[in-house]
């Protein structure tokens, strides 16, 4: 499967929205599907995913559609790799993380979630989904041992700032960054996702309120 060197952000975007769509397609038991019938359901054109799928070599032949099953076994392998999971860190275990942690831990996800972080000491010996809550100040020694990749903040922005750049000194790799400090601005070598929910709820507010 031949990859372009550079595949653009919303192409990458939207593969898991592929992947999601196939996933139920394989469930009904639909084994074949052309670009224009996925196009309708992604809501774009079969131009436009013919386009997505040339910069991973292609997955179909032309007039014959895609097989669903390899398609989606084809686009699994782009989102989770060699299906080793990417080993991750929580910071904070409030309300917001724990509902986080758990979509973290579904083995569908391709993470691995070893450790979760807070500041409060009532939380401590405590689990979230089976892993431990430990004290923030043993961060140093825990990435030290076990090498994170992925860090998931659940803080507030203060929070985040002061943590954000020791994380990246232990050495890691990306962010799931739910606090509202856009974090790929200051480092931005570094792989971040940042997530704002208020975002999306005032642009679903918007379009409510502006409908024709």
Same mark, same amino acid.
């Given at each position: 499967?031949? =990859?372009? #060197?550079?595949?653009?952000?919303?192409?990458i %975007? &939207?593969?898991?929205k592929?992947? $999601?769509y196939?996933?139920?397609l394989?469930?009904?038991?639909?084994? %074949?599907?052309?670009?224009?019938e996925?196009?309708?359901?992604?809501?774009t054109t079969?131009?436009?995913v &013919? /386009?997505?799928f040339n910069?991973?070599?292609?997955?179909?032949?032309?007039?014959?559609?895609? %097989?669903?099953d390899?398609?989606?076994?084809?686009i699994?392998?782009?989102?989770f790799?060699?299906?080793? $999971?990417?080993?991750?860190?929580l910071?904070?275990?409030?309300?917001?993380?724990?509902?986080?942690?758990?979509? =973290?831990?579904?083995?569908? #996800?391709?993470?691995?979630?070893?450790?979760?972080?807070? =500041?409060?000491?009532?939380?401590?010996? %405590?689990?979230?989904?089976?892993?431990?809550i430990?004290?923030?100040?043993?961060?140093?020694?825990?990435?030290?041992?076990?090498?994170?990749e992925v860090?998931?903040?659940?803080?507030? &922005? /203060?929070?985040?700032?002061?943590?954000?750049?020791?994380?990246?000194?232990y050495?890691?790799k990306g962010f799931? #960054?739910?606090?509202h400090y856009?974090?790929?601005?200051?480092?931005?070598?570094?792989?971040?996702?940042?997530?704002h929910?208020?975002?999306?709820?005032?642009?679903?507010?918007?379009r409510? &309120?502006?409908?024709?």
């Amino acid at each position: 499967m031949a =990859i372009q #060197n550079k595949v653009s952000l919303p192409v990458i %975007k &939207r593969l898991p929205k592929y992947y $999601r769509y196939l996933t139920n397609l394989s469930a009904e038991g639909r084994e %074949k599907i052309s670009s224009s019938e996925l196009a309708h359901m992604m809501g774009t054109t079969a131009s436009q995913v &013919r /386009q997505d799928f040339n910069c991973f070599g292609g997955f179909g032949q032309q007039g014959i559609g895609y %097989k669903v099953d390899v398609l989606r076994g084809e686009i699994g392998k782009l989102l989770f790799g060699d299906g080793e $999971r990417l080993s991750t860190i929580l910071i904070g275990a409030g309300h917001l993380g724990s509902a986080v942690s758990s979509f =973290i831990s579904r083995d569908t #996800n391709g993470y691995r979630l070893i450790g979760v972080f807070d =500041i409060n000491p009532a939380l401590f010996d %405590k689990e979230i989904c089976g892993v431990p809550i430990h004290p923030l100040h043993e961060l140093e020694s825990f990435c030290a041992e076990y090498h994170p990749e992925v860090a998931v903040l659940c803080v507030p &922005r /203060q929070s985040a700032i002061d943590v954000a750049g020791s994380l990246v000194s232990y050495g890691i790799k990306g962010f799931w #960054n739910f606090s509202h400090y856009d974090l790929s601005v200051e480092y931005p070598d570094i792989t971040v996702e940042n997530v704002h929910l208020g975002d999306s709820l005032m642009s679903l507010g918007y379009r409510l &309120r502006n409908q024709e």
